[in-house]
């Protein structure tokens, strides 16, 4: 389990440093717009692409402290074992969709992007490096997935 405290705690001054960068790129928007009065050309975009990254990092990041909303209702009615075997499903369909959409799908994405050369508008970047955030994700729940299973059967 060490080698999760370790992802979770990089994972989490990631997610730290994305938001102070977006804080600060947000506040020079404000500046430059209101008081200098020419507004930046490229905050509008680095934001939205910092958004993008902190909302799908942060969703790993909240799946491996398993802190996701969830409504357990109906688990409570249940035996433990069944609540058991239910989690280990739930668990295993995280990682299909995880696999499916993100690690394979994110993968197709960078790769389209890569191959076509996009660039974002303003600042210039590959839209395939703005993608990659996808199938990191995908790779980061499958992987605390996959460890809350081995951390229920022991």
Do not use: C
């Not at 994972?11 to 008081?35: C, D, H, P, S, Y």
């Not at 909240?62 to 069944?82: C, T, W, Y």
């Amino acid at each position: 389990m060490a080698f999760r405290n370790t992802i979770d705690s990089i994972l989490g001054k990631v997610l730290v440093a994305i938001m102070g960068i977006m804080v600060i790129n947000v506040l020079w928007q404000v500046f430059t717009r209101f008081i200098i009065g020419t507004p930046s050309s490229f905050t509008d975009e680095l934001s939205r692409y910092l958004m993008v990254w902190l909302g799908i990092l942060g969703a790993a990041y909240v799946s491996g402290k398993n802190m996701h909303v969830a409504i357990d209702v109906l688990p409570q009615r249940f035996s433990e074992s069944i609540q058991k075997r239910l989690h280990l499903f739930v668990y295993a369909l995280i990682i299909a969709f995880a696999f499916a959409a993100m690690v394979v799908g994110g993968f197709r994405l960078v790769y389209i992007t890569y191959v076509l050369e996009q660039r974002s508008p303003s600042l210039q970047i590959p839209l395939a490096a703005v993608y990659a955030v996808i199938p990191l994700s995908g790779i980061l729940i499958i992987f605390y997935k996959i460890s809350d299973i081995i951390k229920s059967k022991s």
